[in-house]
T-cell receptor, first 111, second 116 residues
């Protein structure tokens, strides 16, 4: 498959714990982006990391990118019940101008 | 804030009907996209457009067509709906912007289509 692979497919944690989601891909990328989707709603952009960056922070989010391993991870620290959602990685390939999405990780944060 | 509006949140249609899904964005974005989302398959690109009256096939264009007569509006058309087109349809837009294009997408709330 040319799509990104995400794991785990589902993750259930307790409020206050950290959540880590991983994304792998197969081709060279320009950047990699993470999106969030609440149940039955559209996707919302969270954070973007460029191919020449290794780590990026935004509030409780931390994204890392390892281009040698063609993988990225999204860490949500001190999770809250409101973080319950599906999280998708999407990559912008160097050869193209459109995003390709992974299949997503369903995160459940239990109060 | 960017707003992408999809005209219908929920639709129920019968097999063989012609279905129009409308999408409007208010940020003067050049690029517009139609995805469908199915459990276990993620988001798959149906069609996209980089300019008025321009369209490009995505990964799964069969059974669909699109129309972009105005910059702000991108319509998805199912000429003859079939049950396997039951899905969540997501419209998105992005700015061409200054290079490098970030590709960040702004999504609508989705249209859940059921074909009986």
């Amino acid at each position: 498959s040319q799509q990104g692979e995400e794991d785990p497919q589902a993750l259930s944690i307790q409020e206050g714990e950290n959540a880590t989601m991983n994304c792998s891909y197969k081709t060279s990328i320009n950047n990699l982006q993470w999106y969030r989707q609440n149940s039955g709603r559209g996707l919302v952009h969270l954070i973007l990391i460029r191919s020449n960056e290794r780590e990026k922070h935004s509030g409780r989010l931390r994204v890392t990118l390892d281009t040698s391993k063609k993988s990225s991870s999204l860490l949500i620290t001190a999770s809250r019940a409101a973080d319950t959602a599906s999280y998708f990685c999407a990559r912008l390939e160097t050869s193209g101008s459109r995003l390709t999405f992974g299949e997503g990780t369903q995160l459940t944060v239990n109060p | 804030d960017v707003k992408v509006t999809q005209s219908s949140r929920y639709l129920v249609k019968r097999t063989g009907e012609k279905v129009f899904l409308e999408c409007v964005q208010d940020m003067d974005h050049e690029n517009m996209f139609w995805y469908r989302q199915d459990p276990g398959l993620g988001l798959r690109l149906i069609y996209f457009s980089y300019d008025v009256k321009m369209k490009e096939k995505g990964d799964i264009p069969e059974g669909y067509s699109v129309s972009r007569e105005k910059k702000e509006r991108f319509s998805l058309i199912l000429e003859s709906a079939s049950t396997n087109q039951t899905s969540m349809y997501l419209c998105a837009s992005s700015s061409l912007g200054a290079p490098p294009n970030t590709g960040e997408l702004f999504f609508g709330e989705g249209s859940r289509l059921t074909v009986l």
